[in-house]
Each structure stands twice: as C-alpha cells, then as structure tokens.
C-alpha cells in the first residue's frame, strides 16, 4: 500500500513553523496526533519482527521522512531530529564534478599506495579500486566498502543542506565509509567533532 504523503506534508507543516529550529521525531508525532484524520490501517499496530510495536502511522511517516531526506526536502542532522534544508546561500555545488575529482583523487592515492585511518574505528583503510561511478575501500580486516556515486553525491548534498556542518556519525553511520569521503572530498575536513564543509563556514 502506497505511503500517505500527507503524513510528511503535516510534518513539513510544523517545520516551517519552527524552521530552522530542529524537531525531535517526538514533537513530530505529537503535532500530527493532534492534527491528523487517520484511517483504522494507520491506528493499527505495525507488525515487526524485531522493534518496538506501534501504530502504522509512525513507521510510515520515517519512511516518508528518509525518503523526502533523499529528495533534499528535510534534513536530519542528528538522530530522530528533523528540519528543512538551510543550505548556505550562493554555493556553487556539482555534485558530480565533485565525485570526479574524489575518483581522480583515488587513482592517485591506489598509484601511490597510500593508507588512511577511519577516524572513529582507528582501522587502517586503504583502496581495492575505483571507477567513474564507484570507489572501494577495505579496512584492515578486509572488509570492503562501496563508494557508490549517487550514495556519495547524497551525503554531501545532505551535508550542505544542514548549512555544510553536521556531527561525527551523521555523514555517514559507517565510520569506514563517513572517514573515507572526508578523506577523498577535498572540500571537507574536520572540525573538532563534527565534520564541515570548507566553502561555506
């Protein structure tokens, strides 16, 4: 059954009301509770193996939620808080000129057979291979990871799209995979704990 859209529509409401405020997942589900006709499929509990057992309504309201994040209509920049985009004003972004120079990057660095450390597992990474859409890395266990373009291209739009700053773990919740972008994107660094976009702080 497709996803009611107006669950996100109702959520996106009280964001503009708070915006740029950050709204926890809970605040979420108390507005749309007391704003909301929902239909008995919605009231009723979701069934899960594993999780917490809850109305329908609240699981498919994340799912719309991780979907408009993808789409860049909210923005999530830590766990269960929510809010609309405050991408910095006059950023002059391409994403996929981006990821071509994180690939021209990683040739340089396989050539040269460099090693770098995921920043919160202290593992050794180093990369196995790299094309025009994907890069993979290992870890000292060897255990690989795909850089895929579009993923990549998505968590530095996301990254921007929280005003180009965002805590550890928010980039990615892979620390492999956060590390090894930061590490490959030359427009992003760190800072202290969180991780930046260098051309619009």
């Known amino acids: 059954m497709a996803l009611d859209k ?14 740029p405020k950050e709204l ?5 589900y108390h507005y749309i509770e007391k704003n909301f006709n929902f239909s008995f499929r919605q009231l009723s509990l979701h069934k899960q193996i594993l999780g917490q057992i809850e109305p329908n ?6 799912n719309l939620l991780g ?10 920049p830590s766990r269960n808080n929510w809010a609309l ?27 040269q057979d460099t090693k770098f450390e995921c920043r919160r597992t202290n593992q050794t990474l180093f990369l196995v291979s790299y094309s025009d ?33 965002l805590p550890h773990g928010s980039l990615h919740k892979w620390g492999n995979i956060e590390s ?4 490959l994107c030359d427009s992003i660094d760190y800072e202290g704990s969180e991780i930046i976009f260098l051309n619009s702080v």
Not at 67 to 76: L, M, Q
Not at 142 to 162: F, G
Request: proline residues 3%; glycine residues 4%; charged residues 25%.
């Open 57 to 62: 309504w609240k699981h498919d309201l994340r």
């Open 180 to 183: 090894a972008i930061v590490f």
């Open 133 to 165: 859409d994907k890069i993979v890395i290992k870890n000292s266990s060897l255990k690989q990871r795909n850089l895929l373009k579009s993923m990549v291209c998505s968590k530095i739009n996301h990254l921007l799209n929280c005003g180009g700053r």
């Open 67 to 76: 979907i408009a994040k993808t789409n860049s209509t909210v923005i999530n």
């Open 24 to 28: 926890h997942i809970q605040d979420l």
């Open 6 to 19: 107006k669950l996100l529509y109702s959520a996106i409401e009280l964001m503009n009301k708070s915006h």
């Open 85 to 111: 985009p405050r991408r910095p004003k006059g950023l002059d972004f391409n994403p996929d000129i981006c990821f071509d120079k994180m690939v021209k990057k990683a040739s340089k660095i396989y050539s």
